[in-house]
């Protein structure tokens, strides 16, 4: 069992950055692939970035490509999405995931969720 707790969410302007933490509670974490999903208003939720537990390979979505960059500190149990050149597309509530069963851009298939943060791009 995992417990994951986001923060680093706010209001910032168009190509400003910002940087989203993921802290897990549970023993497992170093064990577990972790991603970064986010969906906003009327749309459903969307892979963003994830970060395997053994390698750390990474994967990004076509939209997060040159602009975020998703990494894990297993020693400190958490996991962190460094976001630059925002734009108002990327508003959305930003969800911490661990533990997937299967294709890593699938929500159902991650068994570990965060509460989610709130990032807003104003223009």
């Known amino acids: 069992q995992v417990t994951l707790v986001e923060s680093g969410g706010g209001l910032v302007q168009t190509g400003d950055s910002l940087t989203l933490s993921c802290a897990a509670y549970?023993?497992?974490?170093?064990?577990?692939?972790v991603a970064w999903f986010r969906q906003a208003p009327g749309k459903v939720r969307e892979f963003v970035a994830m970060i395997n537990w053994n390698d750390f390979g990474t994967r990004y979505a076509e939209s997060a490509k040159g602009r975020f960059t998703i990494a894990r500190n297993n020693a400190e149990n958490t996991a962190s999405l460094q976001m630059s050149s925002l734009n108002p597309e990327d508003t959305a509530v930003y969800y911490c995931a661990a533990y997937s069963t299967g294709r890593y851009d699938r929500a159902e298939l991650w068994n570990y969720w965060g509460q989610g943060t709130q990032v807003t791009v104003s223009s």
């Open positions: 549970g023993a497992a974490f170093s064990s577990y692939s």
